[in-house]
C-alpha cells in the first residue's frame, strides 16, 4: 500500500529555520498537504496544494515540493511552533493518506 | 463559518459495532464539491484517514478497513454517520469528522470537528 514516510522528530532552537521531509511516490503528480497537531487539539492545515498557506496562517510558515519529496520549512521557528506535523496526500486511487508524523521541537 | 461536531459512544465493547454521528453547519452537502469524511487517531499514535462522502453520494474508504466501515449522509439533517463493525481495542482512538475542499480527486480536510475519544474494552 503507498506510504508517506517522514521523520519522526526534528529539533531546532528558536529563530532557526525547521524543515520537515515528507516522501511518497506519488508525489510527483499529487499535491502534499501539512497538517499542524498541537497537544490535545484537532489537526490544522497550514499548506495546502503543495505551497499554499491558508488565511490565518503566519507567513513564516512556506511549503515546496520536488519529484518524490515535500518539504514543510518554518523559518525562524518560535516556541509556539512547538507540535506535531502530519503531511497528507492521495494516492492513484483517490485514497487519502496521511504520513507518520513528525515531532517539532523548539528549544 | 463550518463548523463540525462528533457524537457518539464514549465506550464500546469488542465485537459491538460503533456508530458515530458528524453534524455540521455553515455549508451544504448537496453542493457540489463538498465532502466530509472521518480521521481517527490511537492515542500518541499518527492520523489515519478512514472514509469520505461527496455531495453526490460517492463514497471512498480506507483499504485496510474497507470491509468494515459504512458511511452515509442525510443532508436534511446536515449529518453524516460512520458505522465500523467488529470493534477491537485497537480501534480505540480519537474519531474525527472533517469538511473536504479542493477538488473531487485530490480533496483535503480544512475544518476538523473536536473529536470524539472512543474506547474499547469489555
Known amino acids: 500500500s503507498y506510504e508517506l514516510t517522514q521523520p519522526p522528530s526534528v529539533s531546532v532552537s528558536p529563530g532557526q529555520t525547521a524543515r520537515i521531509t515528507c516522501s511518497g511516490d506519488?508525489?510527483?503528480?499529487?499535491?502534499a498537504y501539512w497538517y499542524q497537531q498541537k497537544s490535545g487539539q484537532a489537526p490544522v492545515l497550514v499548506i495546502y496544494?503543495?505551497?499554499k498557506r491558508p488565511s490565518g496562517i503566519p507567513e513564516r510558515f512556506s511549503g515546496s515540493s520536488s519529484g518524490t519529496m515535500a518539504t514543510l520549512t518554518i523559518s525562524g521557528a518560535q516556541v509556539e511552533d512547538e507540535a506535531d506535523y502530519y503531511c497528507?496526500?492521495?494516492?492513484?486511487?483517490?485514497?487519502?493518506?496521511f504520513g507518520g508524523g513528525t515531532k517539532l521541537t523548539v528549544l | 463559518q463550518i463548523t463540525l461536531k462528533e457524537s457518539g459512544p464514549t465506550l464500546v465493547k469488542p465485537t459491538q459495532t460503533l456508530t458515530l454521528t458528524c453534524t455540521f453547519s455553515?455549508?451544504?452537502?448537496?453542493?457540489?464539491?463538498?465532502?466530509v469524511g472521518w480521521i481517527r487517531q490511537p492515542p500518541g499514535k499518527a492520523l489515519e484517514w478512514l472514509a469520505l462522502?461527496?455531495?453526490?453520494?460517492?463514497?471512498r474508504y480506507s483499504p485496510s478497513l474497507k470491509s468494515r466501515l459504512t458511511i452515509t449522509k442525510d443532508t436534511s439533517k446536515n449529518q453524516v454517520v460512520l458505522t465500523m463493525t467488529n470493534m477491537d481495542p485497537v480501534d480505540t482512538a480519537t474519531y474525527y469528522c472533517?469538511?473536504?475542499?479542493?477538488?473531487?480527486?485530490?480533496?483535503?480536510?480544512?475544518?476538523w470537528g473536536q473529536g470524539t475519544l472512543v474506547t474499547v474494552s469489555s
Open positions: 455553515g455549508f451544504s452537502l448537496s453542493t457540489s464539491g463538498v465532502g
Open positions: 496544494e503543495d505551497s
Open positions: 462522502i461527496y455531495w453526490n453520494d460517492d463514497k
Open positions: 472533517a469538511h473536504s475542499g479542493g477538488s473531487y480527486s485530490e480533496g483535503y480536510f480544512d475544518y
Open positions: 497528507y496526500s492521495t494516492d492513484s486511487s483517490g485514497n487519502r493518506i
Open positions: 506519488a508525489l510527483p503528480k499529487k499535491y
